[in-house]
């Protein structure tokens, strides 16, 4: 029991920075704010905006984008507090290590590795339609064997259907061809990123300022026709009203699916100890960015609804419908490359992340060090964790039906999110003195509201997201219980009396990183 709940002390974090087993520190401002945009915008504002207008939403949609953004926004203070104290690799992983204790670490660690694996996998099946579409355009198309899984979950039947396909060649080589850049380098990986970004962004500023010379404000009546409400606790609704298959419709209902499109900006955060000035460059990297992207959000949730009547979006390909229906043709072209760019950059971003989490873990003992570890030398990434990820994502993409895996995405992210806020405001306790280059203001009403605003969306997502996140951290803790405890390097502090407990290593002021 003591061990479960020790914290990490902060003067072995900083000793981590100053070790030579650490990582290239050469993003700026504009690469880590470049990193956040390149995984926030993608299958989200393409795909998810019709959707939701269309079945949860309607014009409210873009009041939806406005909560979940103000969820994120207040769990962006508290993770970029952090960041900048505490600006090494693991992103909340750390941040709960230094504050909870290690199994609340070794929880939201595991977490964490589910999320950027399934999303990255989900991410890379995502790009292998878009990337087949924009072929489409030239009249070329792959051998039916290899569009798509070979299985796939089929909700109108309720079980597993073969599709007739082999294997998702596209998913599986683009995991493949990012993983090889990713091994490489962080200066490449961001210049790669960086283009991608431009070219998305572009795209989506053509698509506000040419859409919104097609706006009908008209289209704006009524303008919540599902209602404002829409709240669920463990899939009964609560406040609101229910659509005809029992799941809650209205702008709060749209806000906790549309959260799907914020996911990445806590990835910032993972990048803190290749930042060359992570005290203040990381959190401008992260509020920035969601800034950012919560404008560009809004103004397309308000073009598309104002183009097209709510009930008539395409919710296959919302916004390039949207400019067909006008007549303007030409815009699949442009909005297909934005979205195989934008995509491409969102799957870059995840798939960098998950090895620095992989890194911190395999630092405390929790995972094996050798393998997970282990720093280029040469390149200075973390090269056997990036091939394993790029492995794992790859064939993950390429042979699994990701339908019902995907669903964790949004659940276990919210709950790095509350793990984050809550530890903030036990930092402020048991470290007061600790320099804080940034801090997250109104502490603890700002973390607060972001535990609520996050677990009012945790709740409002289906039962079955909680069951599969449950039987995820059930297997962790088999995992933590039968290796990570033992190899723990805390253990050994344990035994020299070094740390006792979270409160007790708490300590004086520590010394700033460098």
């Known amino acids: 029991m003591k061990q479960l709940f020790a914290c990490k002390p902060l003067s072995l974090l900083h000793e ?80 709960s290590y230094a ?61 597993i259907v073969a599709t007739g396909s082999v294997i998702d060649l596209p998913a599986l080589v683009v995991a493949a061809v990012l993983t090889t850049i990713l091994v490489i380098g962080i200066r490449e990986s961001a210049r790669f990123n960086t283009i991608m970004v431009v070219i998305k962004l572009a795209v989506v500023l053509l698509v506000i300022g040419l859409g919104a ?50 996911i990445g900006f806590d990835s910032v955060s993972t990048h803190a100890e290749e930042a060359r000035n992570p005290q203040r460059d990381v959190p401008i990297g992260i509020i920035a960015s969601l800034l950012i992207c919560t404008v560009l959000y809004v103004a397309v949730a308000a073009v598309l609804t104002g183009m097209v009547p709510y009930d008539q979006i395409d919710v296959e390909a919302p916004v390039a419908a949207a400019f067909a229906a006008r007549g303007l043709t030409w815009a699949q072209f442009v909005i297909s490359l934005g979205a195989v760019a934008g995509i491409t950059s969102v799957l870059l971003v995840l798939m960098l992340s998950q090895p620095r989490v992989l890194l911190a873990m395999a630092r405390d003992g929790l995972l094996p060090e050798s393998f997970f570890g282990a720093v280029h030398e040469r390149f200075r990434t ?112 344990l035994a020299a009396g070094d740390v006792s407990g979270c409160v007790a290593s708490a300590g004086g002021p520590q010394p700033p990183p460098g």
């Open 213 to 262: 010379a097609f706006v009908d404000p008209r289209n704006w009546h009524p303008f919540a026709p599902y209602g404002w409400a829409g709240v669920s606790l463990f899939g009964h609704t609560v406040w609101g009203a229910e659509a005809a298959g029992g799941q809650p419709v209205g702008m709060l209902a749209g806000a906790g699916l549309i959260f799907f499109a914020y």
């Open 382 to 493: 973390p090269w056997k964790s990036t091939i394993l990820t790029g492995c794992v994502v790859a064939l993950g993409a390429a042979l699994v039906p990701l339908r019902i895996l995907a669903e964790l995405v949004n659940i276990g992210t919210l709950l790095a999110f509350v793990m984050v806020c809550l530890a903030v405001v036990i930092m402020r306790r048991t470290h007061p003195n600790a320099p804080r280059p940034f801090r997250c203001p109104l502490v603890p009403l700002v973390p607060l509201l972001g535990v609520a605003l996050c677990l009012l969306l945790m709740f409002s997502l289906p039962p079955e997201n909680w069951l599969r996140l449950f039987v995820w951290l059930g297997l962790g803790l088999v995992v933590y219980f039968a290796y990570s405890r033992k190899h723990s390097k805390l253990r050994a502090r």
């Open 16 to 95: 981590e920075m100053a070790g030579e087993n650490r990582l290239r520190r050469v993003l700026g401002p504009v690469g880590l704010t470049s990193l956040g945009i390149g995984c926030i915008i993608g299958a989200g504002i393409f795909v998810v905006t019709g959707l939701v207008a269309h079945d949860k939403t309607g014009p409210a949609l873009i009041l939806s984008f406005v909560v979940a953004g103000a969820a994120c926004a207040l769990a962006a203070l508290s993770y970029a507090e952090f960041a900048a104290l505490t600006p090494v690799a693991g992103s909340a992983y750390t941040y």
């Open 99 to 159: 504050t909870m204790g290690e199994l609340f670490a070794w929880i939201i660690g595991w977490d964490l590795i589910i999320e950027y694996t399934v999303a990255s996998a989900s991410v890379a099946h995502g790009w292998s339609k878009y990337a087949q579409n924009f072929l489409s355009i030239f009249g070329l198309h792959l051998p039916q064997s290899l569009t798509a899984a070979p299985f796939d979950f089929d909700p109108e039947v309720g079980r």
